[in-house]
């Protein structure tokens, strides 16, 4: 059964804009704080990008992203969402959602989609 499709990813310029979707299973998303974390060519860890809470009351935004990313959520359909603006190069990715833990408590993947910022 697949609980996490990532979707929204494309090719851009520097400086361009991009919204991400994820849909997740309620099993995934009810309640829970969720995550987008984003994995570089190369990079075998996953990057922490942007968390929000249940009732988007709590948002963090490492300062990488900070001013240029956007995280929200409409929990009636279980999607989670980040706005991408001002992309640079060193943006491009494969993003995915899950729940907001730290990565190596994280069993379900979704495929991830890929975010490449030409410059």
């Known amino acids: 059964q697949v609980e996490i499709v990532e979707s929204g990813g494309g090719l851009v310029q520097t400086g361009g804009s991009l919204r991400l979707s994820c849909a997740v299973s309620g099993r995934l998303f009810d309640g829970n704080f969720m995550a987008w974390f984003r994995q570089t060519p190369g990079n075998g860890e996953r990057e922490f990008v942007a968390?929000?809470?249940?009732?988007?009351?709590?948002?963090y935004l490492p300062t990488s992203v900070k001013g240029r990313f956007a995280i929200y959520r409409d929990n009636s359909i279980n999607t989670l969402y980040l706005q991408m603006n001002d992309l640079k190069p060193e943006d491009t990715a494969v993003y995915y959602c899950?729940?907001?833990?730290?990565?190596?408590?994280?069993?379900?993947w979704g495929q991830g989609t890929q975010v490449t910022v030409s410059s």
């Open positions: 899950n729940i907001n833990k730290p990565v190596n408590e994280l069993t379900v």
């Open positions: 968390a929000i809470s249940w009732n988007e009351e709590d948002i």
